[in-house]
């Protein structure tokens, strides 16, 4: 059964730095894998799909990597802005055509 | 615009008072599907659809039932609802056959409480 996990469950760090996400998951049959944002009370926004034959896909700050063989992803965030504080969550679409997403990373930006 | 409509945001009802969350999108989208959010549990799948009329499980269907009779609506139905139901719900689509580059765009959320 897919398991997706995301560590750290929460994260602080100061403005302008550059940090890292990290999601991992157990089975490497996937489609896709999703990286989403979501502010409290929120829905879910999409910030970046990464497509199982893909390595990385990039927009603005953001750059999402996939390791498939590895089971692993990251999403890079360039030069931090407070706005950027929220919780980032990483799914992947299983071959089953379910959706399995991670339990999420918290983001705290200090200004 | 583009976008997932859920309806209600917000309900309280009591166990085992029958209700229906609706979920509409006007993308022309053939995957819908929907999610239950719990803290320390995260976003699990409950039920998706590939297109009209054809529905699966996902990974908590109990206790809820779907239906998908045309494209744009995807409701979630809760025949008799329980106290563990509590939850934030959330519905999602997307064009296709999700394979591929193929974005899920979410509704709102409908946070609902059972008493």
């Known amino acids: 059964k897919q398991e997706v996990t995301q560590i750290p469950a929460a994260l602080s760090v100061p403005e302008g730095e550059n940090l890292v996400l990290n999601c991992s998951f157990t089975d490497s049959a996937i489609y896709n894998l999703q990286w989403f944002r979501q502010d409290p009370g929120k829905g879910l926004t999409s910030l970046l799909l990464i497509q199982s034959s893909q390595r990385e896909q990039t927009s603005g700050r953001l750059n999402a990597s996939l390791d498939k063989s590895s089971g692993r992803s990251t999403l890079y965030i360039a030069a931090s802005q407070p706005g950027d504080s929220a919780t980032y969550l990483c799914a992947v679409l299983n071959r089953d055509d379910k959706i399995i997403f991670g339990k999420g990373t918290r983001l705290h930006i200090l200004p | 615009e583009a976008q997932v409509t859920q309806n209600p945001r917000y309900l309280i009802t009591v166990t085992g008072k029958k209700l229906t969350v609706t979920c509409s999108q006007n993308m022309n989208h053939e995957y819908m599907s929907w999610y239950r959010q719990d803290p320390g549990l995260g976003l699990r799948q409950i039920y998706y659809?590939?297109?009209?009329?054809?529905?699966d499980k996902g990974d908590v269907p109990e206790g809820y039932k779907v239906s998908r009779k045309e494209k744009r609506n995807f409701p979630l139905i809760l025949e008799s609802p329980s106290p563990n139901q509590t939850s934030l719900y959330f519905c999602?689509?997307?064009?296709?056959?999700?394979?591929?580059?193929?974005?899920?765009?979410f509704g709102a959320g409908s946070r609902l409480t059972v008493l």
């Open positions: 659809s590939m297109n009209v009329e054809v529905t």
């Open positions: 999602a689509s997307s064009s296709g056959r999700l394979m591929g580059a193929n974005v899920l765009t």
